[in-house]
């Protein structure tokens, strides 16, 4: 499981800093997704090129989870660092980050879910791919018709 690191010495001067593994094609799927949702209030870098300017986050947690850094030096590692991105944008109105911080429960299974999803990266890529396409810029419906054609060959079968 990753570490929860709270806050760093390093902040960022400007906007906060979304990090993420830049050799995972399914952390840069989302990222790109992020991207159009977020633009430019946050910025976005690898642990690769990032790592060294946090020399108190360790370069493991760095592998294990994204991290958002804010320029006050608080860190969001892991599935709150992707829901406090979503609140530096003006399309996304539910605020996840809210429940992770509020619910025990939600934030259980955010943080037990991102971890299988972090440990099985090259699956989850794969089924993002199958499930939305794959270009992150132009989302298709693919798992809605997986649904419906289920849904329709039961009917067929049980009819």
Known sequence: MFQ????????????P??????????????VTRWKLKIKDAIAYKTYQEAHK???????KEFKKASRLI??????????DSAYRCYTYSD???IN?????????????LS???YNIIAKNRSLMFKLTKLLFGSDPTHFKPYWLYYILTIILLVFIIFQ
């Open 91 to 93: 399309s996304f109105k």
């Open 96 to 108: 996840m980050h809210k429940w992770y911080i509020n619910s025990r429960s939600f934030q259980y």
């Open 4 to 15: 929860k690191i709270k806050k760093t010495s390093f902040p960022p001067e400007n906007k």
């Open 70 to 79: 804010e320029p006050d030096g608080s860190v969001y590692s892991g599935p």
């Open 111 to 113: 943080d037990h879910g």
């Open 17 to 30: 800093i979304l990090i993420w593994d830049g050799t995972c094609g399914f952390c840069k799927y989302w």
């Open 53 to 59: 300017t946090f020399p108190d986050i360790p370069l």
